[in-house]
């Protein structure tokens, strides 16, 4: 079966910083999705990718998708506290609609 | 009104009890799934249902039985639960694909989760 692999694990930064999450998945991806997790509660959805080199942006998050790498990553532009949390990457297994998701990312955010 | 609504947020139960879990969705959605957070480990895919049939049973326990009256309800029966069983539960809506090849199913709506606690 399909695996999501996460990195880096938990990641620190001060205000205003910019950083990347990056998640790689072992098999083809039919569809990348990022979510966003807040400590014991429900994941909020933050965007879809489907395509090749498609590359989409919310706010400060910007996600892009590399197709033949099996690779998405997450970026965000001058962090703010508010961007704490646990983002996971989730992906269609196979085209099954069987939802698989990453390990996580623990991000902290210092004011 | 959220989307996914789960109940109890949290439970506290004895090996020998018998409890529920409860989900309901008011998106229009056909496909429901629980799933199993644990600390460290990825998000545990448990069960789905389209259209109320169960489409999926990922070799989950015999203790953990789930129940689909309809598209907007779901349920997950717990008796004779373990330690290990203590862990965050999440319910999740979203459109089911057709079974033309190649679909990608919707994006998941998530519950806010019910935390379990095991004794």
């Known amino acids: 079966s399909q695996e999501l692999e996460q990195s880096p694990q938990s990641l620190i930064v001060q205000e205003g910083k910019n950083l990347t999450i990056n998640c790689t998945s072992s098999?083809?991806?039919?569809?990348l999705y990022w979510y966003k997790q807040k400590y014991g509660e429900g994941l909020i959805f933050l965007m879809m990718?489907?395509?090749?080199?498609e590359e989409k942006s919310h706010e400060k998050i910007t996600a892009k998708l590399d197709e033949k790498k099996q690779q998405s990553s997450l970026h965000i532009t001058a962090s703010q506290p508010s961007h704490a949390g646990i983002y996971l990457c989730?992906?269609?297994?196979?085209?099954?609609?069987?939802?698989?998701f990453g390990t996580g990312t623990r991000l902290k955010v210092l004011a | 009104e959220t989307g996914v609504t789960q109940t109890p947020r949290h439970l506290v139960m004895g090996m020998t009890n018998k409890k529920s879990l409860k989900c309901e969705q008011h998106?229009?959605?056909?496909?429901m799934y629980w799933y199993k957070q644990s600390a460290k480990k990825p998000l545990e895919l448990m069960f789905v249902y389209n259209f109320k049939e169960q489409t999926e049973n990922n070799s989950v326990p015999s203790r953990f039985s789930p129940e689909c009256p309809n598209s907007s309800h779901l349920f997950l029966h717990l008796h004779t639960l373990q330690p290990e069983d203590s862990a965050l539960y999440l319910c999740?809506?979203?459109?089911?694909?057709?079974?033309?090849?190649?679909?990608?199913?919707?994006?998941?709506?998530f519950g806010e989760g019910s935390r379990l606690t095991v004794l």
């Open positions: 998106l229009g959605h056909n496909a």
């Open positions: 989730g992906a269609d297994d196979g085209g099954t609609y069987k939802y698989i």
């Open positions: 990718l489907q395509k090749g080199g």
């Open positions: 999740a809506s979203s459109f089911f694909p057709g079974l033309a090849g190649g679909q990608t199913a919707g994006e998941l709506f």
């Open positions: 098999k083809t991806l039919y569809g």
